[in-house]
């Protein structure tokens, strides 16, 4: 006789698949996206303005790729953890936040990027050996050319920028989608993005691909930095509405073939009719707060459900797997 398995679902469960209830508001959302973009500027500028060679310090790159996966795992659940207006375009684009409330995350951003450089600035003002405190942050503000570590001149930036932001945002919106197995893991797989673009944009110039960093810091620079802000706006958020519109493409071909492998014989003429009205479905359900329905965080909604693509796709993988696990593998 064996004993019968409870069917209650953990807290693990209820959390993802959003029964807790747990509906954060948009002041809420907008407290945790600024909180979380104000750390990132503390660790990625005060880093490198606080660093002293001779003592083997964390590296700049690691200690802003890091700042990343906390501020993630700390805020993530309550805002989806974008602390990036790249990264909250990649969503809009590929239709996982509302458009008012992509401007109002941006906003929130600014205002903690904003107020994390005037907590840095605020420091250097106390320290006697920096005379200069707009020329130290000259030293860990975004720049081209002569502002640059290598004089890399504009194209040159303005490319690395277009392909450091778009592989960012690729791999937020890849790491963070409900159907990725994997999605516990995006705090980290963003975080190490992060920090291995940012070794590569260091000596290019300073390349944040973040332009709300890049703001930040240009605030509290010289004049140049504001001259040559544009470009550190411009390139990242191109960079970001073409990784948003490639996961768009790849998310309908994927509501696409889950239509076509659920719709019996006879039907084929509906299957782009079915996979266009899942779409529509899919971005017409939007969680404000850019991640779903609480599942994960860039979880597209509308996924979920007994008559989900999803659950049918699933059921058919189940029998595709018991053909191959039959008697001749017993």
Do not use: C
Not at 293 to 308: H, M
């Amino acid at each position: 006789m064996t004993t019968p398995v409870s069917a209650s679902p953990t807290d693990a469960e209820l959390h993802r698949s959003g029964d807790d209830g747990f509906r954060p508001g948009l002041v809420s959302r907008l407290g945790a996206e600024a909180f979380g973009t104000l750390f990132l500027v503390i660790a990625g500028l005060g880093v490198p303005l606080f660093t002293l060679p001779q003592s083997n310090p964390l590296p700049a790159s690691l200690a802003g790729g890091l700042a990343v996966t906390a501020a993630m795992l700390a805020f993530a659940y309550i805002s989806g953890g974008h602390f990036n207006p790249a990264i909250t375009l990649g969503n809009l684009v590929a239709g996982k936040i509302r458009i008012a409330h992509a401007a109002a995350y941006i906003g929130a951003q600014l205002v903690g990027a904003a107020a994390g450089a005037l907590t840095l600035f605020g420091i250097l003002r106390t320290v006697p050996n920096i005379p200069d405190t707009r020329a130290a942050f000259d030293t860990v503000t975004a720049g081209f050319g002569e502002h640059s570590v290598i004089q890399t001149p504009m194209a040159g930036v303005l490319l690395a920028e277009v392909l450091g932001a778009a592989l960012l945002v690729a791999v937020f919106l890849g790491t963070t989608a409900r159907r990725n197995v994997h999605a516990a893991a995006a705090p980290f797989a963003v975080g190490l993005a992060f920090a291995v673009l940012l070794q590569f944009g260091q000596a290019i110039g300073n390349a944040p691909f973040n332009p709300a960093r890049a703001t930040a810091s240009a605030l509290f620079s010289n004049s140049w930095s504001l001259e040559q802000l544009w470009l550190f706006w411009v390139a990242p958020l191109v960079g970001a509405a073409i990784a948003g519109l490639v996961f768009r493409g790849f998310s309908d071909s994927s509501a696409a073939a889950a239509a076509a492998a659920a719709r019996p014989a006879g039907d084929d003429e509906d299957t782009a009719a079915d996979a266009l009205d899942a779409g529509d479905e899919r971005n017409g359900g939007l969680d404000d707060s850019g991640f779903g329905d609480g599942a994960t965080p860039g979880a597209i909604p509308g996924e979920a459900g007994p008559a989900s693509a999803g659950d049918r796709t699933a059921g058919t993988r189940d029998e595709a797997r018991d053909f191959f696990d039959g008697p001749h593998n017993k």
